[in-house]
């Protein structure tokens, strides 16, 4: 009896095994994709809900917001600030805000 789709499984899971436990041998490095998958999230939700876009324009928007949105909520960053303040850099022909969170060195750190 042939195990083709279990034998080709086991090879891939031997080819990666020391991406697979990496958590293992890197103290800090979850064991699951948790995080992954909750920031992604909204995202899968807004294309279930809408049915997805209908041009490649409008993919990009979507996975250029949706990034956008993503990123400032892990840095607690307000997003419909960061939006107005970039429509407004475009409208004035000014340096449109980064996503970039800001780093203040040490020594001039002022809520130390």
């Known amino acids: 009896m042939s195990h ?7 090879h891939k899971l031997l080819k990666h095994t020391e991406a697979l436990w990496t ?17 992604i999230r909204h995202g899968v ?9 209908h041009s490649k ?4 928007f979507i996975e250029r917001i949706l990034t956008v949105h ?9 997003v419909l600030d960061f939006v107005r303040q970039a429509c407004e850099a ?9 996503l970039l ?3 203040v060195p040490a020594h001039l750190d002022i809520a130390a």
């Open 4 to 10: 083709t789709k279990t034998r080709k499984t086991c």
């Open 45 to 53: 939700i807004v294309r279930k809900l809408s049915h997805g876009t």
């Open 90 to 98: 475009r409208l004035r022909r000014t340096t449109p805000p980064s």
């Open 57 to 60: 324009k409008g993919s990009r």
């Open 101 to 103: 969170p800001a780093i």
């Open 70 to 78: 993503a990123t400032l909520r892990l840095q607690k960053r307000n």
């Open 23 to 39: 958590f293992v041998r890197i103290e800090g490095v979850p064991p699951t994709n948790n995080a992954a998958e909750q920031i």
